[in-house]
């Protein structure tokens, strides 16, 4: 039994190694080939450590020709104020869907579940030219705009907001709060395991998304850290993929270093936006 | 006490106060739910009647116009077959694979941490960057993997993304990276749900193999998991979009046009935004399609109430 | 014999040591009971005995077999779970049908679609359907066979984990609180049940529980266990009339035991707070404990003061403190006998035959009691 036990638990270290180590393989790539000089990446070896270490050269050319903290800093002023925008809206209207009763309750809900059949991308066009004609393209406005109401947000802290008990409410009511401090005092204190998850969810995916921001924004003034890679990788970098690689990695890094520091909140955030 | 405090035979009226507090609280999300969703959505609707180009005074009604130019249309119909095979390829392997990786990870104590992480780290990555870092990994001449294959004795190795033959294949193989860490959590979430005893009930009942306890246990009722991660894999690979615009463009040839590529590229590049709102309402409603059969599905079997 | 036997079986978790050499035997259609409180470890022996925990040393033999090292599906044995851990996608007599299934069809028999048509499938499928629908006709499930457990009561679903047990003649079951999950009325009515079913399949029964009515109503021996050690196994009557253990006395009976600091003299004679008893032991000191049905008041004896008294309907419960006792005393009286006002003096009397006495260890000691002698 005991040698059955370790045969197996060597298969699934095996395995689960294998299938690892093709999952890393674009990143140990990527880093490798980032310190490595151009001429040395077009001899197409495969040893990963470089032969001449030109590191400082990529890195410093990256840090030389593109505004990366610029990008990184816009990036963090769309997300953060996605967010904000998200929660001012959703946690006090998924409140009112959990906990109060008022005339068309039910019309409010049934849009909201109406809205999240609605991918984001079909609302693009008639926004895109409500945005031109107000003449706001190229700003943070046009960023954050359309992602600040969130229908899964509102879902979310709804379904999170029915499983606290009434009592906590009506105990709210009675110390003399109004109904907006028993949202921001009593509720979302207590909704913190939600309001993380969605938190983790929101900003992976507007992080990451490169739909909206290549409609609205054109040139590196407001460009996010998806369109600074996209812009170096066409214009500065072109083939040299030793200089570009090095931009992956300063780009990649931010969320990745936060991802392995919170690794259990991340994967929990993402499980439990992902189930309800 | 509570009870006292709000009695229940107010139920169907609602006290005036909390009526207004409902209200207040609702309006600031439904003006932004109007303005920034419901309104733009219906707007896209009316385009994809029309004919309207950005800058045009008024909208022209053509009726379904843009609908019979997209039966005709041999871009259209390519985007449409090469994203069915997209999406074909990349929700079972992604599924099957994400599945293959919880189910190991969850079957032993040592590296559970470490290999959930790195299965999931793609998630977290910013998708341009790692599409560039691909696009190297697969590069013809200097790519690690052709290098790699040559030194296996592979003479010429494909041309992966700048091959109309592969760059279909390509792009998945990265989608199926991209996902499978995604359900590969959903599937762990969905595994911890089970009641261990139900595993020991099996034993004792007399399901000797890891086979038969996963048949008789773990599959039926990881069923709603399942059935969820697979609706969200197909939603999530319809809307592939990043690494086409970062990497191919839609080519070589046209082979990696996909819907919402296409989608971007008549109303954003060639600004028929008449005919890029009507493709959206097709890709909207093999949207609302997909989770219609999701409804369906749940509704006739795995529900265990 | 055939039966469960379990031999000097130690597990650790860590640094615990849960079980400590733990051994029972349970004899072919006896029925065990092994109570104890939570965490005591009799969970972990029972899952031992399953076959679905492991142990760090010890044996196991059922029906005469050495089973330490085998798989829980080789150890001929049925478990009732806590939980009752039905599958839920399967109905009620899907459910039962499993450990025949399991056991009567080869893996490509169980093959949805393709099993069909395997030459054999059917007349053993025949049979297997034969045979739920016996267990289920004697657990009264009939028509309730072809639901699945999320609409079934708590009480049905315990009939159907119950069928699922029964339904193979296997040498031992194995029950690990079945009852807990039940409403107090249903709890009682299905006692007599799992009894009844215990008497008509005969196989080797153990029992886990941590109530004692049921310990006490159910089995031929109850096994006392406390933190990782079998303390005494005897029959009901014994284990609440004869106790070995000091720990045995106070976890078995409700109200609990009386106990009082007491010592015996030189002489042996036994003193509680300076007053001399009617009985005699070894010198030193011990722990004097009485029954609440076996203490009466009267003119003379134990001096104490009347706390509270509790009417319960069939008797009337009076707490009375003694000087030497932490706790107050409790009395079970008639409900006809005269009360005490709270404060007012009372005199405790017994019969020493009825006293129990335990050593500083916690081992019952021998007593002597002094008829003649009027003492006081």
């Known amino acids: 039994m005991a040698e059955r036990r370790i045969a197996f638990e060597a298969a699934r270290l095996g395995l689960l190694g294998f299938f690892g180590l093709v999952v890393l393989a674009p990143y140990i790539w990527m880093v490798a080939a980032s310190m490595k000089p151009l001429d040395e990446l077009f001899r197409a070896s495969l040893s990963l450590w470089p032969e001449r270490f030109h590191a400082i050269e990529n890195y410093g050319r990256v840090f030389a020709e593109v505004p990366v903290f610029h990008y990184l800093w816009n990036g963090l002023v769309v997300c953060g104020g996605i967010l904000v925008f998200q929660l001012m809206f959703a946690v006090p209207a998924g409140y009112a869907l959990a906990k109060l009763r008022f005339p068309g309750r039910e019309w409010v809900f049934g849009a909201v579940m109406l809205g999240l059949l609605v991918p984001p991308h079909v609302p693009a066009l008639p926004l895109y030219i409500a945005f031109s004609k107000a003449g706001i393209l190229n700003t943070y406005a046009a960023l954050i705009l359309p992602a600040t109401i969130s229908v899964f947000a509102i879902f979310l802290f709804r379904q999170f907001f029915r499983a606290l008990p009434d009592e906590l409410v009506h105990a709210a009511r009675l110390d003399g709060m109004s109904e907006a401090g028993i949202v921001w005092r009593v509720v979302l204190p207590n909704a913190w395991p939600a309001a993380t998850a969605f938190a983790i969810f929101s900003v992976v995916a507007h992080w990451n998304d490169l739909f909206w921001p290549l409609i609205v924004i054109e040139g590196p003034a407001r460009a996010t850290p998806a369109l600074g890679v996209l812009y170096f990788r066409s214009d500065e970098a072109g083939d040299d993929f030793a200089v570009l690689m090095a931009a992956a990695v300063i780009m990649t890094l931010p969320l990745v270093l936060a991802f392995l520091f919170a690794q259990r909140r991340f994967v929990e955030g993402i499980a439990t936006t992902g189930l309800k | ?222 069923g709603p998991t399942t059935l969820f991660v697979v609706t969200i894999t197909l939603i999530r690979s319809v809307r592939v979009f990043d690494t086409v615009a970062v990497l191919t463009q839609g080519g070589p040839n046209k082979a990696s046009e996909v819907l919402l590529y296409t989608m971007y590229r008549e109303g954003f590049t060639y600004l028929r935004l008449g005919y890029s709102a009507a493709i959206t309402l097709v890709f909207l409603a093999i949207v609302l399609a997909l989770v219609w059969l999701q409804t369906k599905a749940m509704d006739r079997k795995i529900h265990y109430g | 014999m055939a ?184 709890r009682v009515h299905t006692r007599r049940e799992i009894v009844d079913i215990h008497r008509r399949a005969g196989a080797a029964t153990l029992y886990v529980t941590h109530d004692q009515a049921e310990a006490l109503t159910m089995a031929n021996r109850v096994a006392v266990m406390q933190a990782g ?107 006809e006998a005269a009360r005490p006002r709270p404060g007012e003096a009372v005199h405790l009397a017994y019969h020493p035959a009825r006293a129990l006495l335990f050593g500083a260890d916690g081992r019952r000691l021998a007593a002597t009691p002094m008829e003649a002698l009027a003492l006081v």
């Open chain 3, 229 to 335: 050690e079998i303390l005494q196994v005897a029959s009901p009557e014994a284990i609440y009339a004869d106790p070995q253990d000091l720990r045995v006395a106070t976890f078995i009976g409700s109200p609990r035991i009386n106990t009082l600091p007491a010592e015996a003299d030189a002489a042996g004679i036994v003193q509680v707070a300076g007053q001399q008893q009617r009985l005699r032991a070894r010198p030193g000191p011990l722990t004097l404990a009485l029954r609440p049905e076996d203490l009466s008041l009267a003119s003379g004896g134990l001096p104490a003061v009347a706390e509270a008294v509790e009417f319960l309907g069939e008797s009337v419960l009076l707490h009375a403190r003694h000087e030497a006792s932490a706790e107050p005393l409790v009395l079970r009286l008639p409900p």
């Open chain 3, 3 to 186: 039966g469960i036997a379990i031999d000097g079986v130690v597990r650790r978790f860590g640094q615990v040591t849960a079980l400590k050499g733990v051994s029972l035997d349970v004899a072919a259609g006896e029925f065990v009971a092994l109570v104890g409180p939570s965490g005591c470890g009799k969970t972990t022996l029972m899952r031992i005995v399953a076959g679905i925990e492991t142990l760090d040393s010890g044996a196991i033999h059922i029906g005469g077999r050495e089973v330490t090292r085998r798989r829980p599906a080789e150890r001929d044995v049925a478990m009732v779970f806590q939980s009752y851990a039905l599958y839920p996608h399967l109905t009620a007599r899907q459910n039962i049908a499993v450990p025949l299934a399991m056991r009567r069809l080869s893996g490509w028999q169980r093959m949805p679609l393709l099993g069909r048509f395997l030459p054999g499938t059917r007349q053993r499928q025949r049979a297997i359907a034969e045979d739920v629908e016996r267990a289920g006709t004697a657990l009264g499930l009939g028509a309730l066979l072809d639901r699945r457990p999320g609409q079934l009561s708590g009480g049905q679903r315990q009939r159907v984990a119950l069928a699922r047990a029964i339904v193979r003649q296997p040498a031992a079951f194995l029950m690990d609180e079945p009852l807990s999950n039940l409403d107090a009325a249903l």
């Open chain 2, 1 to 222: 006490m509570s009870d006292a405090a709000l009695p229940r035979a107010a139920t169907s009226r609602a006290p005036v106060g909390e009526a207004l507090a409902g209200l207040m609280l609702t309006l600031p999300a439904g003006i932004a739910y109007l303005v920034l969703l419901l309104l733009p959505t219906l707007a896209a609707v009316t385009l994809a009647f029309t004919d309207y180009e950005l800058g045009m005074p008024a909208l022209n009604w053509i009726g379904l116009d843009n609908f019979r130019e997209m039966l005709s249309d041999r871009g259209f119909a390519i985007a449409l077959r090469n994203t069915v095979i997209y999406v074909g390829t990349v929700t079972p392997l992604s599924i099957g694979l994400g599945l293959g990786a919880a189910l190991l990870i969850e079957a032993g104590t040592r590296g559970r941490a470490f290999f959930r992480a790195v299965f999931f780290l793609p998630v977290v990555s910013l998708t341009v960057a790692m599409a560039a870092a691909w696009q190297y990994l697969l590069h013809p001449t200097i790519g690690p993997l052709n290098a790699l294959l040559r030194q296996v004795g592979v003479t010429d190795p494909p041309f992966w993304l700048s091959s109309s033959d592969t760059v279909l294949l390509s792009l998945a193989a990265i989608g199926v990276w991209e996902s499978l860490g995604y359900n590969m959590v959903l599937f762990l979430a969905g595994l911890s749900a089970i009641p261990r005893e139900l595993y020991a009930a099996a034993e004792v009942d007399g399901a000797r193999s890891a086979f038969d306890r996963f048949r008789l246990v773990t599959w039926p009722l990881l």
